[in-house]
């Protein structure tokens, strides 16, 4: 592997004077054995998915081939299945509008908090702390939990309506307000993340700017424009690009509450992909979908890692 | 001098009133934002106390509280908990043996690939989990390793092991180089000085890490559906995942053990909350 053959070289490098050969031989050894099990690991659970992934989706892999060993090569037929699906273009689109619902939810609001608590008052730290509760919390625990919320009969958020007066709403069990109703929870679970983060850039502000601007008359809504959004632009970035490429992904939420139901309202490309995969036993079709995915994300990874440059370089 | 003294004494005072007056307003503006967040939390407790079973008949407080979804939960899902605790602590030792050396190496050895394993590092949290359900799924299958727990260690530090290297480097390259060499010139290799020098030296970030490491096992779902195919081996994840499909009937069942999944979080937070908070920010650093 390349650690073992860079390794000495790196030593020879270093210490150019005359020494035993084996001794630094030894040295780039040992350095390199503490990352051999990282770079291994990485290789068999990220490297080596990535790569089967993408041979599964030329491939017929079925139940079949768990028994026979045999997965014939098919070519783009399991592309051409997911793009004719009929369910595809429709997912792709539940996927944009679940995560544009989500980001712009979870980092108004997440802004919003932030910078409310920004300002120190008694407890402000403690509060602050509590709030991260809901993104700790097992995504299936707040799944199961917000279905009760959201029960069309008996959840408490259609008995404080009745109780305002309001009609009770079918969250999640209509096709017209369930992928809502989804973007909603996962609105309520991204809002501590974007908090923490937009509160940390926040802390990285300093002070003396807002004082300069006050001096020139600018406060309040001014400064936010002025001075907070364009010095927080950085880890508004970080922020929007690293909630896309969750968001993306997520799959424990949509199952736990809807299951991508009712009447594939709430399908999303990765609902597709595990589906495919894990319901129907045709892994390549899954691998197919997961693959047009792991594409989409890699688009804003690339964004992510531009505007990141800076930090990895330090 | 005198009036001065008094006149800028009053002006304190002043705005020292005007202080504690926005203060509280801003306490209490806190608060009511932390009582709208927390509500659904609040609600899972109250609906896991309810004597029917059912948040039909939910009051908003639990005035006579019903331990009888405890008792379902216990009975049903108690190995299960026991599962995800063994599972858990599995997967916080592997992935910081696995992980501390690594962020060891890549805080403190000159490699001149080292921005190139970083990238490796980074887009690994970007890869979607399914993606590796997928394939484990076939190699597992291969491997005899589907309903095994060694296995669902092995995929859960797909959560964990990225995202320590990050926050276990990002402490050690504040560990002075200084000390490090110090005790090689005292004759200790590389190994000695890790385990002896640095590793007590980073001890909060390891604890941060698996902290970390911990509740995304905790959390995990995906690969405690994919990777098993029986009952042998369930996560309580998986457990609430059935209930869903057969006792929503009983949501006091199903929102206990809910509250008993959200203890690991709970507890965290509260006692060990300065080592969630430098997770959560060194999380976005990565």
């Known amino acids: ?55 599964m989706s030329f491939q017929e892999y079925t139940t079949k081939t768990f028994f026979t060993g045999e ?66 919390l097992p995504l299936i625990v707040s799944s199961a939990t917000w279905r009760s919320i959201l029960d069309q009969d008996s959840g408490i958020l259609n008995e404080f309506l009745a109780s305002v007066g309001l009609g009770a709403v079918p969250w999640l069990n209509s096709p017209d307000v369930a992928l809502i109703a989804v973007i909603l929870v996962n609105i309520w679970i991204g809002i501590p993340f974007n908090v923490t983060i937009l509160y ?24 936010f424009w002025h001075i907070t959004l364009p010095n927080l632009r950085p880890v508004i970035n970080v922020v929007l690009v690293l909630g896309v490429v969750y968001t993306l992904k997520v799959i424990d939420i949509i199952l736990g509450l809807t299951n991508g139901g009712p009447a594939n309202a709430t399908q999303t490309i990765a609902i ?23 594409l989409i994300s890699l688009v804003f990874a690339i964004f992510y890692l531009r505007g990141n440059r800076k930090q990895v370089d330090e | 001098m005198t009036t001065m003294a008094i006149v800028t004494d009053g002006a304190a005072k002043r705005r020292a009133t005007r202080r504690s007056g926005r203060d509280i307003l801003f306490t209490a503006l806190g608060v009511a934002f932390l009582a709208i967040m927390l509500f659904p939390v609040y609600w899972m407790f109250n609906a896991s106390l309810q004597p029917s079973g059912n948040t039909l008949t939910a009051s908003l407080l639990p005035l006579n509280p019903s331990f009888a979804g405890y008792e379902k939960a216990f009975a049903d899902q108690g190995p299960n908990l026991v599962t995800s605790l063994v599972i858990s602590v599995g997967t916080v030792v592997f992935s910081l043996a696995i992980a501390a050396p690594a962020a060891y190496a890549l805080a403190q050895f000159r ?40 296995g669902l260690i092995l995929a859960d530090a797909t959560h964990a092991i990225p995202f320590s290297i990050m926050i276990l480097r990002a402490f050690m390259m504040s560990v002075p180089p200084s000390i490090i060499e110090a005790a090689r010139v005292d004759g ?29 096992s905790w959390s995990d779902f995906l690969f405690a559906l994919t990777l098993t195919t029986t009952d042998d081996i369930t996560p309580v994840t998986l457990g609430i995942y059935q209930y869903l499909g057969t006792q929503v009937a009983n949501w006091s069942a ?33």
């Open chain 2, 111 to 150: 490699y001149r690939w080292i921005n190139v394993a970083l990238l490796a590092v980074l887009i690994a949290q970007m890869i979607p989990g399914v993606v590796i359900a997928n394939a484990l799924y076939a190699a597992y299958n291969d491997l005899g390793m589907l309903n095994s727990i060694p």
């Open chain 1, 71 to 136: 997965a014939p090569w098919v070519g783009w037929e399991n592309y051409a299945t997911v793009v004719n699906s009929g369910l595809f273009w429709p997912a792709m689109l539940n996927t944009a509008l679940f995560t544009v619902g989500s980001i712009a939810g979870q980092f108004v609001i997440g802004l919003a908090l932030a910078v409310f608590f920004r300002r120190r008052f008694p407890l402000s730290g403690f509060l602050r702390a509590m709030l991260l509760l809901p993104w700790l």
């Open chain 1, 200 to 223: 940390g850039g926040l802390q990285d502000i300093p002070e003396e700017l807002y004082e300069a601007a006050a001096l020139d008359g600018a406060t309040g809504w001014k400064s």
């Open chain 1, 1 to 55: 592997m390349t650690t073992t053959a860079t390794a000495p070289a790196v030593s020879a490098q270093r210490t150019p004077t005359a020494r035993p050969t084996s001794r630094f031989r030894r040295e780039g050894v040992v350095k390199a054995m503490f990352l051999a099990p990282a770079a291994l690991y990485i290789l068999l659970f990220f490297g080596y998915p990535v790569v089967k992934n993408l041979v």
């Open chain 1, 272 to 294: 597709r992909s595990y589906q495919s995969s894990f319901v129907d036993f045709e892994f390549g079709v899954g691998a197919a979908f997961s693959n047009i995915l792991i």
């Open chain 2, 254 to 286: 199903v929102m206990a053990t809910a509250v008993l999944s959200s203890i690991p979080a709970i507890v965290l937070l509260v006692i060990a909350q300065r080592y969630i908070a430098a997770g959560a920010t060194g999380g976005a650093v990565k």
């Open chain 2, 188 to 216: 200790a290799g590389h190994v000695r000085a890790f385990w002896s020098i640095v590793l007590p030296v980073a001890k909060n970030s390891l604890i941060t890490a698996g902290l970390f490491a911990f509740l995304f």
